[in-house]
């Protein structure tokens, strides 16, 4: 959902004329935690079932990343859309959290997807997320929004995630539309400037 979120504000960010300069003057302190926390989850995610103790301590390790992850958003809570990206990650996992570093996914709203992410996830196989049951703590916060047609990608969100590319698509427009506002106030100086003259 996240790479979602990225693609559409970088979409509307283009269509708003906006440009990917700021994006390339960005400055974030620890930036280099987010590729490196990308890359960890990408790890135990392939390798979890090639090693018993990834599938063992896969939640605990995914718990890690979020403590990390929450660090560095709060350390760059200055940036537009820090803070509603940090609130949106802190509901994911405090849900993780309190149910084993696992993300609740709703059966229910699960329908919408394959068969076979069922079966896993039934199966209690896959590292990140697990059936939501009775015995769920915060099952409101879990995977429980079905996405389908007519959004392109089928599948299943918290609210943790739609707050969390809200946050997302406020930063990337931010970014995008800076150096057009700052032109534009530029003109507007100048036009100022002539007309005083």
């Known amino acids: 959902m996240v790479f979602d979120g990225i693609i559409l504000s970088l979409i509307v960010g ?8 700021g994006l ?3 400055k974030l302190k620890w930036g280099w935690v987010f590729p490196l926390l990308l890359v960890f989850q990408i790890i135990i995610f392939t390798q979890q079932n090639k090693f018993n103790f990834l599938a ?37 996992f405090i849900v993780m959290a309190v149910n084993g570093g696992r993300m609740p996914v709703s059966m229910e709203a699960a329908a919408v997807l394959e068969p076979g992410y069922l079966d896993v996830l039934k199966n209690g196989i896959y590292a990140k997320h697990a059936m939501l049951t009775e015995s769920t703590r915060l099952g409101f916060l879990g995977d429980i929004i079905p996405l389908t047609d007519p959004y392109p990608r089928t599948q299943v969100i918290s609210i943790g995630d739609v707050i969390m590319n809200i946050g997302i698509f406020i930063f990337i427009q ?13 003109s507007s100086t100048l036009k100022e400037v002539n007309l005083n003259e």
């Open 14 to 21: 283009f269509f708003r004329k906006g440009n990917l300069k």
């Open 24 to 26: 390339a003057n960005l």
């Open 56 to 92: 063992e301590a896969s939640g605990y390790l995914f718990i890690g990343v979020y403590i990390v992850g929450l660090t560095f958003l709060f350390m760059n809570r200055t940036h537009p859309g820090f803070i509603i990206i940090f609130i949106g990650v802190l509901l994911n």
């Open 174 to 186: 931010h970014l995008m539309l800076k150096d057009k506002k700052k032109n534009e106030s530029q």
